[in-house]
């Protein structure tokens, strides 16, 4: 391979690659990380209802492996990352399916309004704290805060202050 030229890497299902890594490796056990568990609306068009669907590759492929599932009580796909524990994400999907009953039992109490409000006011406040940080001024808000020390300077010469005439 030439340098600088990058290999190509195909989506497979998993069982083609368990099948490739058991043809050129026959002693040693065919393994594949998986990193992604969904579970998610099927192909409607194929008769899918719900699919749960785990990415994962092995050294030289991604792989995907897709089985029919029960749907969520609220109806909503839910995605799990699990790394390299799958059964951490098992855990994690099947706790998630119980918090998707408690949700379709009480609704979300917020409107759409509502809810952009409450989106709009958390940019604006994030936007604020970016302006202080940029004037120097000490930030403490939901993202952590920053501590400045007066420093003292000229401000014709700050970058900041510095204005274009």
Known sequence: MAKGARKEVRLIPAIQSLAAQRRLHPFLKPKIEHGISMVIPGRRALGESWVRVTLGHDADNMTYEAQPAEAPADGKPIMVISGKDAEIAEYILTAQMEKAKERAVAPQELTHEERCELVNAAWRDYVEQKLRALRGQS??????????????QNPATRPMMHKER
């Open 139 to 152: 930030t403490f808000g939901s993202g952590g805060f920053t501590q400045r020390q007066r420093v003292a």
